[in-house]
């Protein structure tokens, strides 16, 4: 039964918040301020999930999706705000988590980067029954491709795999590459583009998702660092070597260390002039250098967590970058270096993945004195 209520600010994760019978509800499909009628479709107990099935009385910036599955599959949040406010309601969750989780009165704006449609250069589908399908918001079941495909990946229609139960796209630099269960129909290799440099990476490894991600974060942490020749620079969770490869490029002695093995190889091959060590960061804390000049750090989604935050800072660089896809994670990050004596200077948030609640950040920290 759907019920009649008016949404309250954006929260984390693609959601607007209503109190629906003195209960905070987290619903998807709405924009602030909007009177509504919600479906709550999950109990839980501290709160409960709802989805918009009406609008009673829109947003001014509220637009008609185009795509047909835009909010049901597990893709796209914002397709329903134009692009303006789809920035905004970012702008406010960077803020509101950098202002709880860490004290910081942030005051930055996200910046736009171009396309916001068919933008996506890796996709993975399942497929049944021969077409490929993305999986449904906060679920296991499949939503059909619509027949004009998806508005976010630069391939936006894949076409038919019959027989097929996996199905992943890659478009990179090099070109188009498809990996059907598993078995890359091509080059197992592609090259990528940022800063100047060609990186080989891995067609199911990691790499940045939209097509100027790489490039925008390259000059963000350059800018952050501003390395000067000579310097001693680590990379943290350097996949194939990004930004080791502008700092060797700056002249920086390097040290890269990542997890993903076969990464490791690649980095080293993209960036001779760099050491990398393949290990997990939290495991190769009592290995790191006794002192380093700056330090990017580009952990996954969960952070890199207290004991890192303290080995970072127990090198004492005057500089670090922290690039987060996470701002939540960021913010508790922040807060363990700022106990560690460093001071956050600059925030900057990127739009690298429009239409989505996702969202890029680059942090600035300096040392707040100089190290005995
Ligand atoms: C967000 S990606 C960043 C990669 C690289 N900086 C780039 O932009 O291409 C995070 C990387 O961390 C690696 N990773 C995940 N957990 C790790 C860990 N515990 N220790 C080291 N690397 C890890 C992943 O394999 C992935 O390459």
């Known amino acids: ?4 209520t008016v949404l309250g600010d954006v929260a984390h994760g693609g959601v607007v918040v209503a109190r629906i019978d003195g209960k905070v509800t987290f619903v998807t499909g709405g924009l602030p301020g909007e009177r509504v009628l919600v479906d709550v479709r999950e109990r839980g107990t501290r709160f409960d999930r709802g989805v918009v099935t009406e609008v009673l009385d829109p947003h001014p910036q509220r637009v008609v999706p185009p795509c047909p599955v835009a909010g049901v599959c597990g893709g796209c949040d914002w397709q329903h705000a134009d692009a303006d406010l789809q920035r905004e309601l970012k702008r406010r969750v960077v803020e509101e988590q950098l202002r ?15 396309p916001r449609w068919n933008w996506r250069t890796r996709m993975r589908y399942r497929v049944a029954n021969g077409r490929p399908g993305l999986r449904a918001k906060r679920s296991h079941d499949l939503v059909p491709l619509p027949d004009e495909g998806c508005r976010i990946a630069v391939t936006q229609d894949p076409g038919e795999r019959p027989g097929a139960g996996e199905l992943q796209v890659v478009d990179a630099h090099s070109g188009h590459v498809e990996i059907v269960d598993g078995r890359v129909a091509g080059e197992p290799v592609v090259t990528e583009r940022a800063g100047g440099r ?18 925008v974060l390259v000059d963000a942490v350059l800018r952050s660092l501003e390395p000067r020749a000579g310097e001693r620079a680590v990379d943290l969770y350097c996949g194939v070597g990004l930004f080791a490869g502008a700092l060797d ?8 260390v990542e997890l993903n093995k076969e990464a490791v190889a690649y980095a080293r091959r993209n960036v001779p002039g760099a050491r990398f060590q393949a290990a997990s960061v939290d495991r190769f804390l009592g290995r790191l250098p006794k002192r380093a000049d700056l330090v990017v750090l580009d952990p996954p989604r969960k952070g890199a967590g207290r004991a890192v935050v303290g080995a970072v800072a127990a090198m004492g ?13 960021l913010a508790r990050d922040l807060a363990f270096f700022v106990a560690a004596g460093y001071e956050v200077t600059r925030v900057e948030a990127y739009d690298l ?9 680059v942090a600035t920290l300096t040392r707040n004195s100089p190290l005995h």
């Open 1 to 4: 039964m759907s019920v009649e």
């Open 100 to 114: 709880r989780l860490a004290g910081i009165d942030w005051e930055g704006e996200v910046v736009e980067v171009l």
């Open 198 to 215: 060609d990186y080989r990476v891995a067609a199911e490894g990691f790499w940045q998702v939209h097509p100027h991600a790489a490039d």
């Open 249 to 256: 490029g700056r002249g920086c002695d390097v040290l890269g």
């Open 317 to 329: 660089p005057r500089a670090i970058s922290y690039v987060a896809c996470d701002p939540a994670a």
């Open 353 to 361: 993945f429009p239409q989505t609640y996702h969202i890029e950040c």
